[in-house]
């Protein structure tokens, strides 16, 4: 047809044209000496030697063959930014677990009180079917799961096709159901506002003394961290030991932080210590911190704090002092309950300093090179990577961002005459606030749980922020954003998988601060998410992204990002996943602080009730043999001493899912009578078999850790507990132990636990029974050891 053959026609026409291009720009022949990294930037400058030409940076510029997609956002100072949107909303996983709280199925009635308490929404139940959806729809009967996937109730539904699954399903939905899933590149309707290369930096208006100030401010640059940091050249022989030699470790004692490990492999480990006051001038935060930072952090303060330190809590200065030494930290002992929102401030102030001290500097930049006189040589000014983002901030849920932001947007306002410009930020309380009422009524649950799942718990999600001088621009696009905020799942989506054609990880290639907030949630979502990112986070970009590498520093050419990037981990526990996170994926030259408290008294002295507990410890030749050697165990010595009609009411309580699906089938094949609970059995199913269970129809329940941690139910009927794991959190124990006196039964007596165990658990341990019987239990010839809990000890 004639249409087609004028279509071939262009196309033939348009890849003559690139081909004539390519041929133009042809990399020089390599040369003896030339390192890897700049063969690289050969490349680079090839496909986008126009756009390096350019004294900008143009961070939104993005390859031809990439769709342009223009956000639906007007300017800031329009009142409805997002009210405009038409486009057909996805509905999630999430939107459809707040349609059950409405109302509550007849089914689930029972004569229990917490029978009828309808859904809660804080099941994260997109990251939960990501992980094992083909397993998942445990109700009696063939039900369907939460996805609508049907049961697989065969022995063949092993560990390792829910991770295939999970893998697969990886990239499955869009973050912001309004948008695109690659929505969040490039937009280059409203660039200019806050292209970092277009903007000058401001001087104050009727300032006579701007050239006495700037001669100061250079003068105390030389001592700010944050020139210290990122100004520093490392030798190529100090990066060879960076990734080949051991870390040397040093300790010390903190007044409010405890004990801390300092470890580093280049710089000599100098005894930090902490600063007692805190005088702002020393802590060289950018304007306008020094005045809005003690208004935003008072409510925190009390009168105990000094009034020659009113800006910071003892354990914000602790933290703050490390932080602004851009060594990595890591912080085990994060409480949702207690210092969750002090430590949350801390680091928000950090990230806030370190962007506007950045943008600060490729401001000043331009208007020297503005300013420059025609004819004179230009200096070199490196002061960027090789993409605009710097801080990326990984959290569990859209609460925990929501109020993120709103530190950011706190500390920039000087006062209340004085607001700043905030695009979009309606449409971002519609999408990461949350509606009072989506909560059920008279709830009960333990506060710590109140504390966690507040709010929005949607746990996928990602949005850029760009901050420039007086103005915040939420939801800018990546390459054109300062601070990433995401879940681990909204990190995953964006990422892919390889092979996958929509994926895009080169916005991760210059992040200079990643802090992972709340990181043992991950544990009850998806770690795999976790490493994933790491493995991922500064690579050399595939694509130049229109950068001008005349003003990259010679760190990110030489794909050095990973040494000088600063890694900030909070966490409620100390976990094995968590720790080989900090000591695997974390290179920064500085060296790192890690917070190493032992636990004195465990959790087990919380239990309430008379009940013995034995702990039967397992050998286990080595880490990867642990779980086969646990399963032999448990199948030999333990399982038959409660076949016996007697040993009724048992619940098998199991941190991992894959021990789960293991002991579930291993169950059916022996045709036990038991029943189950897991995080993806419909609530039905879970009413069946909690009354089941109660009634002692069902001898054994099988019980998640997953479960418990987004549900909090008390199971009734306990009278013999088994851990086939230590749990993840220790409070979860005492917690399970305690439901033991849910069920007014008078048989005291007869009520057991027992808890398997190996030298590879030794930290969950510690936090169940203490340090010091943890070392007695270890190091003991015995295999058994007993304890008695209850008021008549």
């Not at 060879?240 to 470790?249: G, I, Q």
């Not at 050399?540 to 600063?566: A, C, E, T």
């Not at 993840?728 to 917690?735: A, K, M």
Request: proline share 5%; hydrophobic share 35%.
């Amino acid at each position: 047809m004639p249409d087609t053959d004028v279509k071939e026609e262009i196309e033939l026409t348009w890849l003559n044209l690139v081909l004539q291009r390519n041929s133009r720009f042809q990399p020089p022949a390599p040369r003896p000496g030339l390192r890897s990294p700049l063969l690289w930037l050969w490349g680079l400058a090839g496909r986008s030697r126009a756009g390096a030409r350019s004294s900008r940076l143009r961070v939104s510029g993005r390859p031809e063959a990439t769709q342009i997609c223009e956000l639906s956002e007007n300017s800031d100072k329009s009142s409805a930014e997002s009210d405009s949107e038409t486009e057909v909303e996805q509905v999630s996983v999430y939107r459809k677990l707040l349609a059950t709280l409405k109302t509550s199925p007849e089914s689930e009635s029972e004569e229990e009180e917490d029978e009828s308490e309808p859904e809660e929404p804080g099941e994260s139940e997109t990251e939960m079917d990501r992980e094992g959806s083909q397993d998942s729809g445990e109700g009696e009967g063939g039900e369907e799961d939460k996805n609508g996937v049907p049961e697989q109730e065969q022995a063949t539904d092993t560990a390792e096709q829910t991770l295939d699954q999970e893998q697969a399903d990886g990239a499955d939905t869009s973050c912001d159901p309004s948008h695109g899933v690659i929505e969040e590149f490039t937009d280059v309707k409203h660039e200019s506002e806050f292209s970092l290369e277009t903007n000058f930096m401001e001087e104050e208006s009727g300032d006579c003394n701007a050239d006495k100030r700037d001669s100061n401010s250079s003068q105390a640059s030389s001592e700010d961290p944050f020139k210290q940091h990122m100004d520093k050249e490392l030798e190529e022989k100090e990066v060879e030991k960076l990734s080949t030699l051991p870390k040397t470790s040093t300790q010390s004692k903190w007044a409010r932080l405890g004990q801390l490990t300092f470890s580093s492999t280049v710089e000599t480990n100098k005894t930090l210590k902490a600063d007692k006051e805190v005088a702002a001038k020393q802590l060289y935060l950018h304007k306008p911190l020094e005045s809005t930072w003690p208004k935003v952090n008072k409510q925190f303060l009390s009168s105990v704090n000094k009034p020659s330190d009113p800006s910071f809590t003892p354990l914000q200065r602790e933290l703050f002092c490390i932080m602004n030494t851009y060594r990595d930290l890591f912080y085990p002992e994060r409480s949702a309950l207690t210092n969750g929102e002090e430590i949350r401030h801390a680091y928000c102030l950090h990230a806030l300093n370190h962007v506007l001290k950045a943008n600060a500097q490729v401001l000043s930049n331009n208007a020297k090179r503005r300013d420059q006189k025609p004819g004179t040589d230009s200096e070199d000014y490196r002061d960027q990577g090789l993409t605009r983002p710097k801080v990326l901030m990984i959290v569990p849920f859209r609460e925990c961002a929501l109020r993120i932001v709103h530190i950011l947007i706190s500390l920039l306002e000087v006062n209340d005459k004085r607001k700043i410009d905030v695009s979009n930020k309606k449409r971002f309380k519609g999408e990461f606030g949350s509606d009072p009422e989506e909560k059920p009524p008279n709830l009960k649950r333990p506060e710590d749980y109140e504390a966690v799942f507040a709010g929005n718990i949607d746990d996928h999600f990602r949005i850029g922020v760009a901050i420039l001088q007086k103005s915040m621009r939420l939801y800018a696009p990546f390459y054109s954003s300062d601070i990433i905020i995401a879940s681990p799942l909204g990190m995953r989506t964006i990422i892919g998988a390889e092979g996958e054609k929509k994926r895009d990880f080169d916005f991760l290639s210059s992040i200079e601060i990643l802090i992972i907030d709340q990181a043992d949630i991950y544990l009850m979502q998806n770690w795999e998410h976790v490493l994933h990112l790491m493995k991922h986070i500064n690579l050399l970009p595939l694509d130049s992204h229109g950068v001008d590498f005349s003003r990259v520093r010679m760190l990110n050419l030489n794909n050095w990002s990973k040494y000088y990037r600063q890694t900030l981990l909070f966490s409620a526990l100390q976990d094995p996943h968590i720790n080989s996170v900090f000591n695997k994926h974390c290179f920064n030259y500085v060296g790192q602080v890690a917070v190493r408290n032992v636990p004195l008294s465990g959790s087990i002295s919380h239990v309430m009730v008379q009940l013995p507990h034995v702990f039967r410890r397992l050998e286990a030749e080595n880490l990867t043999s642990v779980v086969d050697t646990r399963f032999q165990f448990f199948i030999d010595k333990v399982l038959p001493e409660y076949r016996d009609a007697i040993m009724s009411h048992t619940l098998i309580y199991v941190p991992s899912y894959f021990d789960y699906v293991r002991l579930r089938n291993y169950f059916k094949k022996e045709q036990l009578n038991f029943t189950y609970i897991c995080e993806y059995t419909k609530k039905a199913a879970v009413c069946r078999a909690r009354r089941f269970f109660l009634k002692g129809e069902k001898q054994f329940l099988l019980f998640t850790e997953r479960f418990h941690f987004y549900k909090r139910y008390t199971i009734k009927g306990i009278r013999n507990l088994i851990f086939y794991e230590l749990p993840t959190y220790s409070h979860f124990y005492s917690e399970i132990c305690n439901m033991l006196k849910a069920t007014d039964s008078g048989v005291d007596a007869t009520w057991t636990c027992t808890v398997l165990y190996s030298k590879y658990d030794a930290q969950k341990l510690a936090a169940v029974v203490g340090i010091d019987r943890t070392a007695q239990m270890l190091q003991s010839k015995k295999n058994v050891h007993l304890f008695v809990t209850g008021e008549n000890e």
